[in-house]
């Protein structure tokens, strides 16, 4: 599969079709009628939506967002870093 998910998106409105098809063969040739096997798409959609979501690249993290809730800010400009490395006299 890609890694953009394009296969997925190229899949998903036949998918869509060939379960509505089915659906309604099941309607007109079952004691089953449309109205009692409609949450098929529904699940059909799911599971596309599913694969979709293992296949997709991440997405980035929201701006602003740390990775370690460690890390100190940034110095304010002007001002020498301070901390173990900055040679300080003991």
Known sequence: ???????LRAIRGPAMLI???????????TPYRFSETWPALLIV??????????TGTPEP????YRQSPYTP?????GE???GPSSGGAA
């Open 19 to 29: 379960t509505v098809g089915a659906l309604f063969a099941l309607n007109n040739f």
């Open 80 to 82: 020498p870093p301070q």
């Open 61 to 64: 993290p929201p701006y602003g």
């Open 45 to 54: 959609f799911g599971l596309l939506s599913l694969l979709g979501r293992g």
């Open 73 to 77: 800010p940034p110095p304010p400009p």
């Open 1 to 7: 599969m890609n890694r953009d998910g394009s296969l």
